[in-house]
């Protein structure tokens, strides 16, 4: 069975569970789910993940498993880099933050912090964003950088200054509430 085929065959009524992640040479997850076609029958895999780039995985329940190429936790991995900075003052830069967040909460929904691409310095303490008529707003993969400039885009000026590219190739593989980021991932089922 690969890693598709798992994913076609789990649905939430499963019962699907992540029961441990081990970290030695590749990432190793167990998992454990209801048989899809017996009853009382529980089917055991490990799913090891090779070349990982990043990871938050942990024991907790998953009723579904995707593993894709197209997901916005891969645009730090595959995506160009850049830099966006602004040159005007705004009115309220508040309001500007605001619609930052926004942008950032549509596209990411909790997957990765604002603070990981907006330039907010010590938000929580005082808020330096947007101070000023010119400066960085924010630093990171081209496509949030291009969804927080149209969020802003009748407020401030912006421009787009890029910086480098990864060497990308990486792959999601997305439990409910957790993730891996990749190159490839094998499954095994273990026998009972």
């Known amino acids: ?71 916005q936790l891969l645009w730090s991995h595959n995506e160009p880099h850049g830099y966006l900075y602004y040159s005007s003052e705004p009115v309220n830069r508040y309001e500007i933050l605001g619609l930052v967040w926004e942008a950032h909460e549509k596209i990411f929904g909790g997957w990765r912090p604002l603070t990981d691409y907006a330039n907010t310095y010590h938000a929580g303490q005082f808020i330096e964003f947007c101070k000023g008529s010119n400066g960085q707003l924010a630093q990171g993969p081209k496509p949030i950088l291009e969804a927080y400039e149209n969020a802003v885009a009748n407020k401030i000026k912006t421009n787009y200054v890029a910086s480098y590219k990864p060497d990308g190739g990486c792959k999601a593989l997305i439990f409910d509430t957790c993730f891996v980021v990749c190159n490839s991932v094998a499954v095994a089922e273990i026998s009972s």
């Open 1 to 71: 069975m690969n890693i598709e085929e798992l994913s076609e065959e789990l649905y939430e009524d499963l019962n699907g569970r992540i029961t441990a992640v081990d970290y030695a040479d590749d990432l190793v997850v167990y998992f454990e789910c209801d048989d899809w076609k017996e009853n009382d029958v529980v089917r055991k895999f490990r799913i090891t993940c090779a070349g990982v780039k990043e990871s938050d995985v942990q024991p907790s329940p998953s009723g579904e498993i995707e593993f894709t190429d197209k997901h």
